[in-house]
């Protein structure tokens, strides 16, 4: 199941008579808990390194309210040597394979069946090529006009500047600019794993020629919109299909809370070098379901393809631990914050208890730790995002190419159906932070992918942390003077007098 972004709504599920595939346990009174499957993943994933912040974690009786700080700690407690963290990766996909469920028609079995589940039908290959000539230079949509060449350049050089994305987002970027031939990825076929999904790489990839794998759930209109967008391209789209059809929009799709097996069998029966790209949404506790499913295809195609490449986009909205040089432009917009901002910023402090206009960081800290949680979002939308990080360092220990980079905040439609999050997106330039509209982003996280694919997932680094800071295009979260969610609140209430006004 796929699609875009929103805010988690549900804490659990009630069983119900038509859940199949992908599930969370059900409980003695058969109700199946999101924050039980939650808390439980979590402090097992503290558990080998930081026993401590695991039982905080298991005894924590507000899982809605209070798993921001148990998700912070997970990145926090990895801080201590590179083995920590790969520890916690390990222990928490660990975890959450030993506690989800596959429903079927003989009752419930473990996650960790999928690996060797036959599957119940074959699927199909339906091949649709694009009409137009492949695009030879990268191009860049900005604010209704396409950039190329050196406004590309100068455009990264602004973003660079005003510390919108890491100065290795635009050297990375500039390296694709400098060498357009990687643009159609020959010899590659990209899985897009939520072929409809608003921040996927699917048009640019088929624009650029390249052979493009989607899948998504079986819905006719989803699959006319990705049928019309390979036309206008040049590539090469492979979709799986129950069966040939005069209208291939009408048998395409497969759903991967409850066909692993089917859409693996598929994927393997494919050309070229795979490389299996997640961007899968969906909402409220499903989110998890769908996460756990795609993992689980993860390790099954892995066995059977040791050379798979994995390929995620990081949420900007989670916690990460940031290089030293991004601390200390925190600290310095901090001290040049305008003269209104000091003189209002004391008593906002005071009257909220400290909580309003905090500081992004302790001065000097090396890493930093960049908390952008955001509550609306939900602990099943976090505990969906951390199991593909997670996922990306143990695939990188094991010697795979992974591309994972921070994608920045995004006016995509689900965060404009959240009203607190729209209205937090638009007062959020008064807070050093910018949004970007989805065409923007597609591009640059597209260029960012085809660089990691070209570059073995770019450089190396000692530690996990430094890996997913490395090319992140954080918005300005990573380097605004305030800690994200100390001005949230703010910045809606801006956004919504802005938008009013």
């Not at 040597?81 to 596959?102: C, N």
């Not at 000539?133 to 602004?158: F, I, K, S």
């Not at 990705?226 to 590539?235: K, Q």
């Not at 989670?318 to 310095?332: E, L, M, Q, T």
Request: glycine share 10%.
């Amino acid at each position: 199941m796929t699609s875009s972004e929103q805010s988690d709504q549900q804490q659990s599920e009630q069983q119900q008579p038509d859940q199949r595939g992908v599930v969370f346990p059900a409980g003695p009174d058969g109700r199946r808990s999101t924050a039980a499957v939650g808390r439980a993943v979590i402090a097992d994933a503290l558990r080998p390194v930081d026993p401590t912040g695991a039982r905080a974690a298991e005894h924590e009786t507000n899982w809605r309210g209070g798993y921001l700080t148990h998700l912070r700690r997970t990145v926090e407690a990895g801080l201590a040597s590179p083995a920590a963290a790969r520890a916690i990766a390990g222990a928490g996909l660990d975890s959450l394979h030993t506690r989800m469920r596959v429903a079927g028609p003989d009752g419930e079995v473990a996650l960790g069946s999928l690996r060797t589940a036959s599957p119940r039908r074959s699927l199909t290959t339906v091949e649709v090529r694009g009409e137009a000539p492949p695009e030879q230079e990268l191009t860049l949509p900005w604010r209704g006009e396409r950039l190329r060449g050196d406004d590309v350049r100068r455009r990264l050089d602004a973003w660079v500047g005003a510390g919108m994305v890491e100065p290795s987002c635009a050297d990375a970027v500039r390296a694709v600019l400098d060498h357009p031939e990687w643009l159609a990825l020959h010899g590659r076929t990209v899985v897009v794993l939520g072929a409809g999904a608003e921040m996927g790489p699917l048009p640019a990839l088929l624009r650029w020629g390249a052979r493009v794998a989607a899948v998504d759930l079986p819905r006719v209109e989803l699959w006319r919109r990705v049928l019309e967008t390979t036309r206008r391209g040049a590539g090469t789209l492979l979709l799986p299909a129950r069966r040939d059809h005069a209208d291939p929009a009408a048998e395409a799709g497969a759903d991967l809370v409850a066909e692993v097996p089917e859409v693996a069998e598929w994927l393997l029966g494919l050309p070229g070098g795979l490389v299996l790209g997640n961007y899968v949404y969906a909402d409220g506790a499903t989110n998890v379901r769908v996460s756990a499913a795609v993992d689980a295809l993860t390790v099954r195609l892995q066995q059977q393809r040791p050379d798979l490449a994995l390929a995620f986009l990081a949420t900007p909205t989670d916690v990460f631990a940031v290089p030293r040089d991004a601390v200390a432009a925190s600290a310095a917009a901090y001290a040049d914050r305008s003269r209104t901002a000091k003189l209002l910023g004391r008593p906002l402090r005071t009257l909220s208890a400290g909580r309003l206009l905090q500081r992004n960081y302790v001065p000097g800290a090396d890493p930093g730790v960049n908390d952008s949680l955001v509550p609306q979002q939900g602990p099943n939308y976090a505990l969906a995002k951390r199991v593909q990080r997670w996922r990306a360092t143990v695939a990188r220990t094991d010697g795979a190419t992974v591309s994972l980079n921070v994608a920045p905040p995004t006016r995509t439609r689900s965060v404009v159906k959240n009203r607190a999050l729209a209205a937090a997106y638009a007062g959020a330039h008064r807070f050093g932070v910018e949004v970007f509209e989805p065409a923007t982003s597609n591009v640059l996280m597209a260029a960012l992918l085809v660089h990691d694919l070209h570059t073995g997932g770019g450089p190396a680094h000692a530690h996990p942390w430094q890996d997913e800071a490395h090319a992140a295009a954080h918005g300005g979260l990573w380097r605004a003077p305030y800690a994200p969610r100390s001005a949230l609140g703010l910045a809606a209430v801006l956004g919504v007098a802005g938008a009013r006004g």
